[in-house]
């Protein structure tokens, strides 16, 4: 099968998965898209983002991608169900991914998630988690302020530490032995999270566990690339080009980015208002 | 006339301006749109604004306001000429008034303005300022975590003083005697700015200034509600209702927000294209 992977966001976050994507699927084509100019989503109610996911997804696959894949954990807390129900592709999310390798890796003790506002309140973590283990043994924890620190590259800052700590604590004193690392800008803070929370600790980033399944969802459907072709391409598309992007943009890929194309954003909005306008007069 | 005031914002941070119009203007309507489902403006790219202050205007246009204030620093940095030139009623912008005031009141010391990234890098307001006092009189200084901090009520928080000690260190120390508050949501540290910038620095909030700058306006145009009158009423339209909404409204406004009525904002999107498709068979 010759089309793209495509991969979204709701800004560059999901970079950090698309990274993880190209290590483990070299030879597979990969498209991003980033919803740069209605980032964040984690801020947002539920109805506002499941429309924007349909729509990013919608742009994926006039790109002709044979697999969708949320890369915001927001939009897979909200949107995945209705995605699936309405698109012709396999489409995977980040949230079920974590929560396997989180119920795979607890040694008996409590379990805890941190995440954006939207993606805790929406429970559904807390609810995958509670089916396998018992709701006794699941916390959570929104942390609100991680995006925009991360965004800023106060990564080692005292500020972040500060806030860390404040987020952490709580987890740290109920002996929390495995933490989802539920947002794809969390990874970035793996460092200072791991110090603060101590080696009792393993953090699950779902971004490793995606990767893997969507090679094995790929191999399964008869979808995969054969092994040995060309090496993968990527393209990527944004709705707006922020302030700082390039820095942004490298320190979630590792490596810069490369050429970005721009998506209007309205064009996006109406897909098929967009099409129903091409056939009028 | 009859029409009401129409005020937009990137989200819920322009509120400041509309208790301040609504002080000093009580008779007449007032109607507030936040593009909360956008927000933030601030991150991002000059055209991605421009394209939203003109659709979010347009909304409100829809709705017959007789006069359009541009809440939100970043749109007026980026899009307020092109709002003048684009619509059939005047257009006020927080920034001009902003630097009125701070040119009247400084000393003969550097002023200084603190701002999101966007409104810094599209150079306004340190373009205003240097025209009317010299450049070498102004210093400016993007302040990207205030925005978060001040939406999670971290008002005297530790975190926010240490943030605060960073941003404002710089301007401190050049001895600024006055300091414009560049952003929507900057009035709610007032207190902590002026305790570090001590009681050398006039902290000049743009939104009293601007609703002074209206009520002129509306005066001069024959546009104002005579006086004595009915008391002016309120409506409320979102692109979004985020999480924790009516509280972070509240701190805004100063009082409970009331009923708030929802906008698609794809119906927003392209008020042309909807117009035709509404035309067409």
Redesign the interface.
Known sequence: MSGPIGVFDSGMGGLTVLRALRERLPGEDLVYFGD????PYG???E??VR??ALEDASFLLSLGVKMVVVACNTASAFALEHLRAELPVPVLGVIEPGVAAAVTRTRGGPVGVIAT??TI?SRRYQRLLAARLGGERVLARAC??L???V??G?IDH??TR??LA?YLAPLREAGVDTLILGCTHYPLLRERIAAFMGPGTVLVDSADTLADTARAELQRLGLARPAGGRPGELAFYL??????FAEVAERFLGHPIGEVRTV???EL??PA?AA??KD??
């Open positions: 740069t100019a209605r980032v801020t947002k109610g109805r506002t429309r924007f506002a939207g309140a609100p302020l995006v925009p620190l965004e800023e106060m005292p500020v500060q806030v404040e709705s707006d080009v922020p302030w700082r209007n954003v309205n909005a109406a208002a129903r306008r009028a007069p």
